[in-house]
């Protein structure tokens, strides 16, 4: 479809949408007026564009790759996404068939202009309006742009520079804004994330604060008495009424038309409910669905405030929803930014998807460039690992098994610098988290930095004020350092200073698909020490060693319901202090005859525990450790490592199993452990537990 003409689509289906077919659901004859939304629906998820991999090319579904798909908005069958990054482009297709287009933008900067000859710098929200503009939340310019029919970009409002002012477009300011709508008058409203207010635009231009006040808070109210904090994405329903996601409340928020702010979901007996709302689509009978940042799921709200996940519960998360748009046929398009994918969400015939939806980052997606950095001076000196992907971690309750490691740990010296280690832009509309506590950090493209005092030294004076914000609260102490979306960082940036961790913690890629750092391949970073096999044990149902020997061999009743097999196993790098034990990267198990043949189906080690990415499910930590793994209960400063090889946790799959005697043949066999770190190196000494099957 030629640029020129994509708007004619636009403007005939639109005014249309609810009588004519759309996409793959075609409109049933009968009673005009569209059907009542049905709640609790669980979605079949499929593919629009992207194959998971960052780069910048349109062209086809499968051909078309994002760098941070952010917005999304439907006109009639034709999509608009709002592509940030380092593309900072809009493209569009048409949904009963077509390819991904440019139509303005492709490089960074603040220019207006036909097609690629202007610029965005980390285009957000995105919105049609009745008659056919596209409307662009230019984050990163603090700006409104409007895209015509024909393709042409022009400013709305906001002049490049971050800051909070009233009045004509030319003359007004917005900080990062983020979300943007349009009502059926033309006026235009704008979700001003780092203000934390919502702000309008008339059809004349002109700019007025519409609700929130000077600093971030949770308020309910008129005008400037209302509070938001970090609100992003905003829509209208058929009422006039304008739902706010306002993401660090965790709450839905609503104006009504004469300008009072209220919240329809917020905490409940002192818990939230809802995770991140980022992003918003309400139907025509006041149904919200709401994208999450912090579970990866997009829910559906009912007009009573009941909550249901209908897509990206536990293992099936999105990586950050990021956008959503409402088709006629109640589907919904959402870009997952964070995955450079978009999807639709439908309901699913019978409730069931014939086949696992593919999502998430690709594994193919490049590691960040870092150059073999290290996150510490000398970045391409030594420095020590304290930690890997996949270890057991406890917590400060006395929980030996309380989550599994996410990252990589770097040890340092209590107020040392952190450094950049790659270029990266801030794609997270929440870059920073849990000020003065242990795991603060902050998210810098593909790379989260924690243990740190975030854009601070350690006397807590700013590092770098132009990109770190310092927010005090009403009281003048230190409420929050904001880093804005689209702000950039070079190698060697400082980020902040340890804090009492001691230690940097670096991990790869969003939360519930994090890659093993380790990759990154480290300068001076060796490991030539084979992983040590402390003890291998067979657990029974009640999770008790068998412990009975016949000829130097354990006895296993053939007749057990089933058996868990445990290797307590632990591994070090080059240099590493003597008592420093990290875990392994791999293990698996065979079962020879007593010959020494492997048995059928046992051919090759079954390395069912893989650490090449982080498992999203919590319950993890307790299918890949036995009982007596981890630290707090043992009050030392090792870790035990007490691997359930017959379970499964690898490529983010998980998995109980056991081993069953009753398959074998009474006789004597032996059960070979394969255990390896990332660097190849396998155990050699331990690896064998001698059994007979009576």
Known sequence: MDRKHWITAVVVVTGAALAASFLWVPTPKGPVGPAPTPLGWQARIDLLGGDGVAGNAAGSAAQVRFSDPWGVALGGTVLFVADAGDNNRILYRDL????????????EGFADGQGAAAAFNTPSGIALDRHGNLYVADTGNHAIRRITPQGQVSTVAGDGTPGFADGAGAQARFNGPMGVSVGPDDRIYVADTWNDRIRVITPDGQVATLAGGERPGWEDGAGAVARFDT????????????????????????????????????????ERVL???????????????????????????????HIVAVAGNDAQRFARPAGLALAPDGSLLMADADAYRVHRLAPAAGGLQASPPVLGPSPDNPLPANQRRWPLAPQLGWHEVTGTLGEVRGNFSGESRHHLHSGFDVRGDVGQTVLAIAPGKVSSPASTWSLGGQAEGFSLDKLDYIHMKVGRDAGNRPLDAARFQLLDDESGRLDRVRVRRGTRFQPGDALGSINNQAHVHLAVGPSGYERNAVRLGFANYADHVAPKIDDIALLDANDQRLVTKVDGRLRVPRDDSGLQLVVEAWDQVDDNLPRRRLGLYTLGYQILDSNGRALPGYEQPRMNILFNRMPPQREAVKVAYAADSGITVHGSSSTRFRYVLTNTVRDGLLATGLLQPAELLPGNYTIRITAKDYSGNAAMAGTELPIRVQ
């Open 96 to 107: 009963l068939g077509g390819a991904f287009t440019l139509l303005a933008g492709g490089r």
């Open 275 to 305: 995770w991140g709302p980022m992003a918003l689509a309400v139907t025509h009978d006041g149904v919200v669905y709401v994208s999450e940042r912090l579970s990866g799921r997009v829910v559906q709200v009912s007009p009573h405030g």
């Open 231 to 270: 609100p992003t994405d905003l829509k209208l329903d058929a009422h006039g009424n304008l739902w706010v996601a306002d993401l660090q409340n965790n709450a839905l928020r609503v104006i009504s038309p004469e300008g009072t702010v209220s919240t329809r979901v917020g905490m409940r007996d002192g």
